[in-house]
C-alpha cells in the first residue's frame, strides 16, 4: 500500500520542524502581532489572541510558508480531513508510523521505476491522469435535472429560399 503523491505532501508537512525554521517564527510572529494590534484598535481591552483565532492564524501560516518553500499544492481544510480519517497512522508526536518492512516490500513489487515527482506541475499531471481528485477542486456531480426543461415556443427560422419564395409569392 503505498501512499499517493498527495499523501506524500501531507506527510512531509506533517513532518516539518516549524520550531527550527527561524524564517517561519519570524514570519509568524509578524502575523501575530500585526493581528493583535488590530484586535487592540477595535477594543482596547484585548490583551492577547483568542485561542481559536490563534491556531487558524498559525495552521494558515504554515500551510502558506510550506506551499511557498516547498512548491507543493496544500490544501489545509483538505488536509485536516484526510489527518482525520487517516489518524491510525499518526503516532502521538503527530508523525507518520512508517510501515512495517513486508508492507514495504508489497509497495516496491508495485512501484514503477520512474523517478518520484519532483515538481508541482507533476503532481498535479499525475494526480488528473490517474482520475484522483485534485486537492483544493470542488468535486461537482454529473448531475442533470429531470423534469425541469422547457418546450421550445419560438418558431423555426426559415431559410433564405424560404424567405425569398414568399416575398416573390407576394
Not at 501512499?3 to 525554521?21: G, I, M
Not at 500585526?34 to 492564524?57: A, C, F, G, R, V
Not at 502558506?64 to 516547498?70: D, E, G, L, R, S
Not at 508541482?120 to 477542486?137: C, D, F, T
Request: with cysteine.
Amino acid at each position: 500500500m503505498s501512499l499517493n503523491p498527495q499523501e506524500e505532501v501531507y506527510k512531509e508537512y506533517l513532518n516539518y520542524d516549524w520550531a527550527a525554521d527561524t524564517d517561519f517564527q519570524q514570519g509568524l510572529t509578524e502575523i501575530l502581532d500585526s493581528y493583535l494590534t488590530n484586535i487592540k484598535e477595535q477594543d482596547p481591552s484585548q490583551t492577547s489572541i483568542p485561542n481559536l483565532d490563534k491556531m487558524q492564524l498559525t495552521n494558515q501560516a504554515k500551510s502558506f510558508f510550506f506551499c511557498q518553500k516547498t512548491g507543493h499544492i496544500l490544501n489545509i481544510e483538505d488536509f485536516e480531513e484526510w489527518k482525520l480519517h487517516n489518524g491510525d497512522k499518526f503516532d502521538k508526536n503527530a508523525k507518520i508510523v512508517e510501515l512495517d518492512e513486508s508492507a514495504r516490500e508489497d509497495d516496491d513489487a508495485t512501484a514503477n521505476d520512474d523517478p518520484p515527482y519532483s515538481s508541482n506541475y507533476q503532481n498535479l499531471a499525475e494526480l488528473i491522469m490517474s482520475g484522483k481528485p485534485v486537492p483544493g477542486i470542488k468535486e461537482i456531480p454529473p448531475v442533470v435535472l429531470t423534469d425541469q426543461g422547457s418546450e421550445p415556443s419560438a418558431a423555426q427560422r426559415k431559410k433564405p429560399w424560404e424567405i425569398n419564395q414568399e416575398s416573390s409569392n407576394s
